[in-house]
């Protein structure tokens, strides 16, 4: 197994171009910005690869969000429905494409309304996301939380051929093919966290392993975790950390929907006639989901974030400029949102951010979204890896999505990647846990717990993976093994980067359970502690 690059170029900080006089502000990062590191492909990924995510789908017109199920998939992301995540509830909202439209159409008089979703990014509302400094440098403030991540998906373009995706060393770079593929960069200055993703870059999932055919490279427009782990936890009962929203859909709207005539008359009753809505593709909008007394339905559109809110008073000055990716956090007084624009759009960086509650009242007058900048100077950007040339992206991100536990919150669906240090011999194991309801009948419910192996590395030796899980936990963490009372599961033959395992644990009645993963050198031998992980979940 290779060794993590940790080392590479530092890009010369972009200077914002078309984007500089619609108040997207460049601030120059920390003399002392540490460095930054990449896990290469093949080697350990990240805590999402067994989690269930929706992505938007680009198709003429628009779709609805597609959601890939948690654990191993051989299908691909598909649509929301009943059949597939229970019957809807306040805590279980209809995602599906004629719900969301429904939304969309509320209150406007027969014969106008769209026959189309024309989303162009979208989120839910719950991406907890770190304050943003009210100074000059808006770099992220890690001290009200434990860890945080970002994860992204890139566009596909057709000149990769001669200009490769990601810049050299990165994730992105070492990738058979970046466009679609969910990576992660987990914030320098975060805790809990197992220190090998601390400051790096990893790879979460592959459109393969997302379930998309081998030739198929999905144009995706849009990325939230918080959808899938929603639609798997119907009862809302396990996922205070991934969804904390579940009565919001946040999104933009995409140019070429805006620009369709089917959606004239639509547009004009909106604007000029109905809510007096402005529609636009820099403008973030906001349906609820919401019990009226006799369904729960989704509202009908407002605005949540206006484009000069955004990008400042002069932002029509742009005509090019379009959201394609956003990652929305509104709650309890927070106002956060990190987006990204398309290349056309000019943007000084392909992450920027606006943090309306830090900035209200603040002595330094910002306007509009700026880049985002993380604890210790770092552009996010530049630690995903974004390729850059003559101080302009060549890499559009066009899916985005943030992580943060914040200081004592766990959760019961997603287990947190920490580690054993006794136990730790070489490179690190990925262990990604999800933890999903599964239909059942109500006398005797159980939850699917799935979980993947990452980072193996083991090719022709080939050999086992024992997985040891208990519930109830023992009383005191971390514990080495063996534990009288826990299970153990063999993961036979690992050829492969990934390997993935599902068991079944009693979903009637709450618990708590940690794994630990520890590799063995050869089937049918007593243990060998090559390499170990643990995921721990607690306070479902």
């Not at 995602?95 to 406007?108: E, I, Q, T």
């Not at 070492?174 to 987990?186: M, W």
């Not at 974004?386 to 559009?396: K, L």
């Not at 933890?435 to 030796?461: C, K, N, W």
Request: a negative charge; aromatic letters at 8%; one cysteine or more.
């Amino acid at each position: 197994m290779k060794t993590p690059t940790t080392e590479r170029a530092r890009l010369p900080f972009r200077t914002p171009t078309a984007l500089a006089s619609l108040g997207v502000l460049s601030l120059a990062p920390l003399a002392t910005a540490a460095p930054q590191g990449h896990w290469q492909a093949g080697e350990l990924r990240g805590m999402y690869s067994a989690f269930p995510v929706a992505v938007l789908e680009l198709e003429p017109g628009g779709v609805a969000p597609m959601i890939r199920e948690s654990g191993e998939v051989t299908a691909a992301p598909s649509p929301w429905s009943s059949a597939r995540f229970s019957a809807p509830t306040l805590d279980n909202p209809d995602f599906s494409p004629a719900a969301l439209l429904a939304g969309l159409n509320r209150g406007v008089p027969s014969g106008l309304e769209t026959a189309s979703l024309g989303f162009g990014s979208f989120s839910t509302g719950g991406d907890v996301t770190p304050t943003i400094a009210p100074n000059a440098l808006g770099a992220q403030l890690m001290l009200d939380s434990n860890w945080y991540s970002l994860s992204c998906t890139i566009a596909e373009r057709s000149n990769a051929g001669s200009l490769p995706y990601g810049a050299p060393g990165t994730t992105l770079r070492s990738l058979d093919s970046a466009p679609g593929a969910v990576i992660s960069h987990y914030e320098i200055g975060s805790t809990g966290i197992s220190p090998s993703l601390i400051g790096m870059t990893a790879l979460e999932q592959t459109t393969e392993h997302m379930g998309f055919a081998s030739a198929t490279i999905p144009q995706l427009a849009g990325l939230d975790w918080a959808m899938g782990t929603i639609a798997s936890d119907p009862q809302g009962g396990r996922s205070s950390l991934f969804a904390p929203v579940r009565d919001s859909v946040y999104f933009s709207l995409s140019k070429d929907w805006l620009a369709d005539p089917a959606n004239a008359n639509y547009r004009t009753y909106q604007e000029y006639n109905g809510l007096l809505l402005v529609f636009d593709a820099a403008t973030v909008y906001r349906m609820t989901w919401e019990d009226t007394g006799t369904s729960i339905e989704w509202s009908a559109p407002e605005v949540a974030y206006s484009a000069a809110t955004l990008f400042g008073p002069n932002w029509s000055n742009n005509t090019d400029l379009e959201l394609d990716a956003l990652s929305v956090y509104r709650r309890g007084g927070a106002s956060r949102v990190v987006l990204s624009t398309t290349l056309a759009s000019g943007s000084a960086d392909q992450v920027l951010a606006y943090d309306e509650a830090a900035w209200a009242g603040s002595s330094t007058p910002y306007v509009g979204a700026r880049p985002l900048i993380d604890s210790a100077g770092n552009l996010f950007s530049d630690n995903l890896g974004i390729h850059m040339q003559a101080g302009v992206a060549v890499d559009e991100v066009n899916g985005l999505c943030g992580k943060d536990p914040e200081i004592g919150l766990f959760d019961g669906a997603g287990g947190t990647a920490t580690i054993h240090a006794p136990l730790v011999i070489g490179p690190p194991l990925g262990l990604s846990v999800f933890r999903a309801m599964a239909q059942s009948p109500a006398s005797t419910p159980i939850d699917l717990m799935h979980i993947e192996v990452t980072g193996l590395g083991f090719d022709s030796l080939g050999g086992v993976v024992e997985i040891a899980f208990g519930f109830p936990p023992p009383t005191s963490l971390p514990i080495s093994l063996p534990v009288t009372g826990w299970n153990s599961l063999a993961i036979l033959s690992i050829t492969e980067e990934a390997e993935s395992t599902l068991i079944t644990v009693p979903g009637d009645l709450p618990f708590q359970w940690e794994l630990q993963l520890v590799a063995i050198s050869a089937p049918n031998s007593d243990p060998s502690f090559i390499r170990s992980s643990w995921v721990t979940a607690i306070n479902y």
